[in-house]
């Protein structure tokens, strides 16, 4: 904990965090609705996510840790992944330890796909760098990726119910 945050009470604290995440949520709310409109047509956010989660990551997943890293539903992504599959860009085959289960790795197609829908999206991402300071937002990435490791390991222990 910081000096600053050791001088302010709780409440203040708490008002601080929610403050802090209801920016990022209007921010991500702002930049998820620009961003699918400019996908390919035939491209969902939901499918672009799991083809970038792949590409970031890579090796091979099974849908429930697949719906696990999203926070969806099992059904959720075993839609999303039926269709990527349809369109040749992840490949689902059963997993050969656990027959009841399945293995999902993206193709070359698939990683291909992601890579032309950044292409697409990039003149409305250049768009912000005429309006915002990119210095400034490469300062803040290591802080936010703080805060979503932080919030990754914590996200079964956080409880809000009491609220």
Known sequence: MTDKAESESPIENSSTLYTFFNEIGIINQL???AFRRALP????????????H?????GERTPAQ???????????????????????????ATDPVD??????????????????TLAVTAPALAQMVEELDL??????????QQVRIYLDKARDEIDFSDL
């Open 135 to 144: 210095s400034e937002i490469k300062a803040a990435l290591p802080f936010l």
């Open 66 to 92: 697949l719906a696990a890293s999203f926070q969806v539903t099992k059904g959720a992504i075993t839609n999303t992944l039926q269709k990527l599959e349809e369109k040749g860009y992840v490949a689902i």
């Open 41 to 52: 047509v035939g491209m969902t956010s939901a499918q672009f996510t799991v083809l970038n």
């Open 54 to 58: 792949f590409a970031r990551l890579g």
């Open 31 to 33: 930049f998820s609705t």
């Open 99 to 116: 027959r009841r289960s399945k293995i999902v790795t993206v193709t070359d197609k698939g990683l291909s796909k992601r890579e032309e």
